[in-house]
């Protein structure tokens, strides 16, 4: 059952809202946010121009770099003191993607996450479980006031401390589940190394996230932790998850909560729209916020959009799942990890050299990166004086100064990005060389 009738309202009904708040967002950008007056200039528009939805297309882009050139709050429509929360996503330059929220905006967050909870057929009687990340990363509290407010009983156990999360589903008798997708399924290997008795768990479904997976993943994750798994999908920038979701009656797209959040596919090199149906880059229009409403933002994420009414009883528009990133960007554990960051980490350590290749495979359930990097010609000569001795504890050491920069390097990953990955230190000139677009990123990852 849809949470809010605005899910089911007729296409026409649907567009005159629409068009309202379209018209509405394009004052207020326009008047509070120079960034826009001058987007808005340079098209020579006016916010009168746009007379309903159907003129979205003469309205500018918004990137991701506009957010960082407008850091850290450069691109807010309302004051400070009307700014009541702060979340912020990691980005290329070490700087984060800041987003902010009024009290409305929070309140408009909880409804669409209350309509992403009430979709996977989470309602008041539910013990949710929430395993996705609290803190900057908006996945936390997004679930957690729709959860609330859905009136489910919150566990906000937030990621990690596997052991402790199998001890919760069991004690507390856990029904839903939000968390990563490769999360919900390391805690089903460690459940059962742990040789837990999956009856004495009570869990029915999961919503998830914050990562690209496949609908082979979902048979598995279906299949052994017997339950029902919904894709969920939201980025900060637009308000975190809640931007769309799976039925858990059709499990056959995500409806696009589009009374907030118009979305468009376009085609990304060109920036054409495109019509229902064919695959492109979706971008979104969020109409309803105050604090940092952006127009036409371009997500970065490939995907198509499906019209037909759903058997669910919502009139949404469904977005198919989301497979890959128009841009380079890794996600790696629901964390966003962009090639770039990786390399500016890399090279604060004087010893290697600005040539490496980032590998990334799927180890049993869980993404993991291994970053080869070549050393300096100066660190592998001085090396080689040291191996030229014969003294074995001179060459004990010479191995110890390749561990320790190892795991410097390591722990200046794990600080900056927030993701565990292992370097492996290569002899200088061993990694190839390109004339083009280097290829700094192996997928191995199924897709
Ligand atoms: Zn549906």
Redo the contacts with the bound molecule.
């Keep these: 059952m849809p949470w809010n009738p605005e899910e089911s309202l007729s296409r026409q009904e649907l567009t005159k809202l629409q068009s309202e708040r379209l018209q509405k967002v394009c004052e207020r950008v326009y008047f509070r946010v120079p960034f826009y007056k001058k987007k808005f200039d340079e098209k020579g528009l006016k916010p009168s121009d746009i007379k309903g939805v159907q003129d979205i297309g003469r309205l500018p882009f918004t990137k991701k770099v506009d957010l960082r050139d407008n850091y850290p709050y450069g691109l807010l429509a309302e004051p400070l003191e009307d700014i009541v929360r702060i979340h912020a996503s990691s980005g290329t330059t070490g700087k984060p993607t800041v987003v902010a929220y009024t009290q409305n905006d929070i309140g408009t967050w909880a409804e669409v996450m209350a309509r992403t909870l009430a979709?996977g057929g989470t309602t008041k009687d539910d013990i949710v479980q929430n395993a996705y990340g609290y803190g900057l990363f908006t996945g936390g509290l997004g679930a957690h006031y729709g959860a609330e407010r859905v009136g489910a009983s919150v566990i906000p156990i937030s990621g990690g401390n596997t052991q402790k999360q199998i001890m919760l589903l069991q004690d507390f008798g856990s029904t839903v589940i939000c968390s990563t997708p490769s999360f919900a399924l390391y805690i089903y290997d460690v459940a059962c190394e742990m040789k837990i008795n999956l009856d004495t768990i009570k869990l029915r479904v999961g919503l998830f996230g914050a990562e690209p997976w496949t609908e082979e993943m979902r048979r598995e994750i279906e299949e052994r932790l017997r339950i029902k798994a919904i894709d969920i999908y939201g980025l900060s920038e637009i308000i975190g998850p809640g931007v769309s979701s799976?039925?858990i009656?059709?499990q056959?797209g995500l409806?696009i909560n589009e009374d907030h959040f118009y979305p468009e596919i376009i085609n990304p090199a060109t920036g054409e729209q495109l019509p229902y149906g064919r695959e492109g880059e979706l971008v979104i229009t969020s109409m309803s916020r105050e604090a940092m409403p952006l127009i036409r933002y371009r997500t970065g994420d490939m995907t198509s959009l499906n019209p037909e009414t759903?058997?669910?009883g919502?009139t949404l528009v469904?977005m198919r799942r989301v497979l890959g990133r128009a841009d380079d960007m890794l996600i790696i554990r629901g964390v966003n990890v962009f090639p770039s960051q990786v390399e500016s980490v890399l090279l604060r350590s004087e010893e290697v050299a600005p040539h490496y290749v980032i590998e990334v495979n799927r180890r049993g359930r869980l993404d993991e990166v291994n970053v080869n990097v070549e050393v300096t010609p100066k660190f592998m000569e001085e090396m080689a004086t040291k191996v030229l001795s014969t003294d074995l504890k001179t060459f004990v050491q010479e191995e110890e100064e390749l561990v320790r920069l190892k795991h410097e390097i390591q722990k200046n990953v794990k600080d900056i990005i927030g993701v565990n990955i292992e370097v492996t230190l290569k002899p200088p000139n061993t990694i190839q060389r390109s004339e083009g677009k280097a290829r700094r990123v192996i997928d191995n990852r199924p897709k």
């Design positions: 979709a799976e039925c009656e059709a056959s409806h759903c058997a669910c919502r469904r």
